[in-house]
T-cell receptor, first 115, second 114 residues
Framework: GAGVSQSPSNKVTEKGKDVELRCDPISGHTALYWYRQSLGQGLEFLIYFQGNSAPDKSGLPSDRFSAERTGGSVSTLTIQRTQQEDSAVYLC?????????????FGEGSRLTVL | GDSVTQMEGPVTLSEEAFLTINCTYTATGYPSLFWYVQYPGEGLQLLLKATKADDKGSNKGFEATYRKETTSFHLEKGSVQVSDSAVYFCALSDSGGGADGLTFGKGTHLIIQP
């Protein structure tokens, strides 16, 4: 596609359920990032994938959060046993090269609401 | 660790007013600096960037100058329009290692009234 695609755009779930959020990056982009955007908290880095290297998971807030990237393309962020504090917009971004000087292209996000 | 501090809004201005959104940073290396904009209902998009000290980034009438001496990257526009209403994020990317992504400020919500 022309841009970064995320699904679902909105997800409402009950506390304790597992959720999966999908990101389809721009074709050819080797770097993929997940961020969490909470009201009044800005963007919080979660995890970074670069090519075939081991992902940088330093931003994941707990072991309930995990992510994988299959075939160097599509990524799935999984949140197990969701809690109300997990409610946020989850943003995916991709870039052609390292984010240090390259531009990140963001999807529109997946809004998660945990009841 | 790296951090970005920007003025929190909402900032409300009249059309054609002068805009300044302050941004200061803390970084261990020699960061690149960015302003991203998020229009209502859309994803973040890069507005402008500067990769070294004294560089000026500019786009769509917006400007920001990388000031190493004051560790600042303030966003300015001489005459704002209603269509500039959005959330603006200052961000840095540090060459000193760590996560290879961007560190963002909390965002400034800008509202331009006609």
């Amino acid at each position: 596609g022309a841009g970064v695609s995320q699904s679902p755009s909105n997800k409402v779930t009950e506390k304790g359920k597992d959720v999966e959020l999908r990101c389809d990056p721009i074709s050819g982009h080797t770097a993929l990032y997940w961020y969490r955007q909470s009201l009044g908290q800005g963007l919080e880095f979660l995890i970074y994938f670069q090519g075939n290297s081991a992902p940088d998971k330093s931003g994941l807030p707990s072991d309930r959060f995990s992510a994988e990237r299959t075939g160097g393309s599509v990524s799935t962020l999984t949140i197990q046993r969701t809690q109300q504090e997990d409610s946020a917009v989850y943003l995916c971004a991709s870039s052609l090269v390292s984010g240090k000087t390259g531009e990140l292209f963001f999807g529109e996000g997946s809004r998660l609401t945990v009841l | 660790g790296d951090s970005v501090t920007q003025m929190e809004g909402p900032v409300t201005l009249s059309e054609e007013a002068f805009l300044t959104i302050n941004c200061t940073y803390t970084a261990t290396g020699y960061p690149s600096l960015f302003w991203y904009v998020q229009y209502p209902g859309e994803g973040l998009q890069l507005l402008l960037k500067a990769t070294k000290a004294d560089d000026k980034g500019s786009n769509k009438g917006f400007e920001a100058t990388y000031r190493k001496e004051t560790t600042s990257f303030h966003l300015e526009k001489g005459s704002v329009q209603v269509s500039d209403s959005a959330v603006y994020f200052c961000a840095l990317s540090d060459s000193g290692g760590g996560a290879d992504g961007l560190t963002f400020g909390k965002g400034t919500h800008l509202i331009i009234q006609p």
